[in-house]
């Protein structure tokens, strides 16, 4: 079967819209690896480049910090062994992206 010049103009364009949609997301402070603890102070900040820190501290110690960049999805540092210093695994730090959202 051989398609039409119409059909396949407005297929690619109509596959293509739904292929952005799908991959909009909600970038909120949610995320099945990241727990905030309940009794966690939230100090916020905006950096001159437009990125947003959040830093969660419990008890002055700082345990998770939230960076929404200015472009791009949020990502999580963790502090998961309470020794006051964010995780690292071989030099690089774990960071946590929230990929999908519905």
Not at 32 to 57: H, K, W
């Amino acid at each position: 079967m051989r398609t039409t010049p119409i059909l396949s103009t407005l297929l690619l364009p109509l596959c293509l819209s739904l292929a952005g949609c799908a991959t909009m997301g909600d970038t909120g402070p949610a995320d099945a690896d990241v727990q905030i603890p309940a009794d966690a102070v939230a100090t916020t900040r905006n950096q001159p480049n437009g990125d947003v820190i959040t830093e969660y501290r419990v008890a002055g110690q700082l345990r998770i910090v939230r960076i929404q960049p200015a472009r791009g999805p949020a990502y999580f540092l963790q502090d998961r062994n309470g020794d006051g210093r964010l995780d690292d695994e071989k030099g690089t730090s774990q960071v946590y992206f929230k990929l999908f959202g519905w």
